[in-house]
């Protein structure tokens, strides 16, 4: 976990467009192989997208609801159990497995990009 990936150009950091969105909806995902939630997430003027999201170890449903997140909204749509996620949902994975969310404190719209 502590050692860097191959590096990459800038032009791969540009290709991800990362947005700014607010939680809308959370709740329990039990078909998933390893515990997650369903989000939905509004997203401004690209729209409400869903994610399967596995941050159940260090967050509860209700805490989530109107938490500012990051998210790649630009990757195909991944198929886990019987439902497609749509964006990825960031956080800084520790080594126990917990994910932190990368959220954004500063008062913004949904949607604006992440550079």
């Known amino acids: 976990m502590n050692s ?6 800038f032009d791969n950091f540009l290709a991800l467009d990362i947005r ?3 939680i809308i909806e959370a709740e329990d995902f039990p078909k998933a ?4 939630y369903k989000l939905k997430i ?3 003027s690209l729209g409400i997208k869903v994610s399967s ?3 159940t170890k260090l967050y509860k449903k ?11 909204v630009n990757f195909p749509k991944k198929q886990i159990a ?11 994975v520790k080594e126990n497995g917990e994910v932190a969310l990368l ?7 949904n949607g604006i990009p992440i550079g």
Do not use: H, M, Y
């Open 4 to 9: 860097i990936k191959n590096e990459c150009s």
């Open 20 to 22: 700014t969105g607010t």
């Open 33 to 36: 192989k390893k515990p997650a």
């Open 42 to 44: 509004d997203f401004g």
């Open 53 to 55: 999201a596995q941050i």
């Open 62 to 72: 209700e805490d989530l609801i109107g938490k500012r997140i990051a998210a790649v």
């Open 82 to 92: 019987n439902f497609f996620s749509e964006c990825l949902v960031l956080g800084a």
């Open 103 to 109: 959220t954004i404190n500063e008062d913004c719209d």
